[in-house]
């Protein structure tokens, strides 16, 4: 038996032969070089010919790049802001990040409440009563189907056309429905409330904590040690001791109408209020299917299976199936937590100042077009990266462990 | 013995009929019932003031003085109590087809007939053949010899006068039309093993456009495009917004397509490799025809998408049905009753989009059962 026969099993790995590159259309390696090389040199020709077109223009109409325009006097007013923001004195610089500030202000409340309303109107969509269930549906196959900027044009309507303050309509003294927006009233902050919501965050570090030794100790033993009074007293007992102890202030200021308009309170201004509920109810329906098909994709026998295994409904839910069905359910809500924050662009068609309209107003004035375009893009993608690689990481966290 | 305890035994009660399937799915229990009642209570006086507001008290035609213009005060003094449908009857033509010359209106009328035929030929699977793309060439192009004139007879039409239903049929089908071929390519790019350069340029073009919002794409095509261009170019804001619809477009149909490709298994692939067949015979013949058949469904979702997202061309002022609605009810006599108008843009809007969303359920089920 000559060396070259030999079973490959016994004489162990070798290496592959070594492929040479032959000059020749009938190579794979090369022709896939060759493709690459012409799709690459289009799409670098293109861009330097956009480049060099823009650069052309940009000399003819004097316009210099760069970013030195943010630091330069603003002047654009903006009507809500969480920075102290002056147009007289503030910078472009400063009017973005708080276009910024309002954008994420918008995105992060609206994934809550449209988490929350989606879940509420997915399980309405499962009720074994007939009439909550149809609801549902009607809700979702109705507001699916109609482009989210009409509802916003017309949730910003009706926010417009509530009545002018002096005769708005009330909720006792406190909160007033006007054209001005909604007015709340507000808590006078102190340094008892700080040190209660600190307070607070720590009974929730600790309620963790707790609940995981309770676990460990279950898997240890068999028994496990009640958390609900351990919670109830960090997450209750903790602030309000710590609130207490500090003088139990507790003040509230409502809001009062001054000739033709509201003097203190906390104020929901159309633009946002308008903004908001429109993104809400457009994406609920949305998280609704989501939420719904993830239930369903829970094969009913687990239900049974954990019912005669004698769990209440209530642990069946939280500890058999909506771990399952939270699987189904992630992926697809990480994209309409995105598509929250995306469409939340749309606020510059009603005039709420986020960032593309503050962006869009900065390139109007300054005619820095490309700047502009590209920091609303590079702010896009970073939030959306966030959002990715956060959801990313709770998928992973939650994912079926496959041996 | 037996007789007795037989007879003790009574059958389970069973009520069949309305009352036994309300009693299944109204009234289960308290809780339920309570609901029952409470929404119905609800459902029944929301849809009674419905109707007074929209029909009964609602006025429909105002007089028409002889410079043609509307006489709002009837709507005026029905405010509050009654819709002022008026406003529809007074404004349908302006809404539907923007400015376009009055009495050549008939003409994007036939393109808005055209596009639903090409809708339905396109939904009928006796049509899913390679015959679909040349109606879809000869369909378009009708619509576009319509729309502008100049040839055949037809007056010469500009396209700033173009608006309402054909804006945004034309945005959304032509942007389909044109971002298929392009999402193919890319999700074909985005699989390729051999070409890593190609892969990363599809990778960068996809996650891009998907991480940025539409509007941002827009502004970029009204306020960007004009300096990518040489000197004395000028492409109107129509195209522009198109490309940046095809653009955007193109992104998220790649991801559709991209799941058709996986989904299919490899041995199909290697099959088609076997017989010796060339990358493009290979993806022409064998793998195209069997992914795009599986991601049918969620092709015409992603399109109702679009034909939903056109309307965000609003903001940079191009004159599609929303913007006609808007412009409607900013004219001084119909100052007030935007509501209305808001109604009939919801009703189109929904028109189309349950009609196509139906039809791609009912797709699902049928591939779902054929492919069992």
Partial sequence: MSETTADPRLTGPRAAPRKRIRLSWSDPVFRSIVWQMVVVGIVVAIVWYLTANTNRNLAARRIATGFAFLSRNAGIPIGESALPYDPAVNTYGRALLIGVLNTLRVAVVGIVL???LGTIIGIARLSHNWLVARLAAIYVEVLRDIPVLLQLLFWYLVLQSLPAPRQSLRIGDAVFLSNRGIKLPLLVWETAHTGALIGFLVGIVGTILFARRARRRQEAT??????????????LGLPAAIWGALGAP???????LRGFNFVGGGTVSPEYGALLMGLVLYTAAYIAEIVRSGIQAVAGGQWEAAGALGLSRWQVLRLIVLPQALRVIIPPMT????????????????????VVSIASTTLNQTGQAI????????????????????MNWYNARIALVER | MSGTALSAIRPPAIVLGPWGWARANLFSSWWSTAVTLALGYLILRWSLDFVVWGVVNAV???????????????CYSAKGVGACWAVIADKYRFILFGRYPYDLQWRP????ALFIGLFVVSGLRAFWRKELALIWLVALTAIGILMWGGVLGLAYVPQDMWGGLPITLILSTFGLAFAFPLAVLVALGRRSTGLPAVKLLCVLYVELIRGVPLVSLLFMSSVMFPLFMPEGVNIDKLLRAQIAIILFAGAYLAEVVRAGLQALPKGQQEAADALGLTYWQKTGFIILPQALRVVIPPLVNTFIGFFKDTSLVLIIGIFDLLTAGKIAISEPTWQGFSTEVYIVLAAIYFAFCYAMSKYSHGLERTLDRARR
């Fill in chain 1, 250 to 256: 507790f003040a509230i200021e409502l809001p009062v």
């Fill in chain 1, 335 to 354: 994209s309409q937590y995105l598509n929250i924050t995306k469409n939340s662009s749309l606020a510059v068609a009603i005039g709420y100042q986020d």
């Fill in chain 1, 114 to 116: 449209a988490t929350i």
């Fill in chain 2, 109 to 112: 009328a036939v393109c808005i």
């Fill in chain 1, 371 to 390: 700047e502009g375009i590209g920091l609303i893009m590079a702010v896009f993608l970073a939030i959306s990266l966030s959002i990715s690689l956060f």
């Fill in chain 2, 60 to 74: 429909w035609t105002v007089p028409v003085n002889a410079q043609g213009k509307a006489d709002a005060t009837a």
């Fill in chain 1, 222 to 235: 068999g028994s496990r040690p009640p958390v609900w009074p351990v919670a109830l007293v960090l997450l």
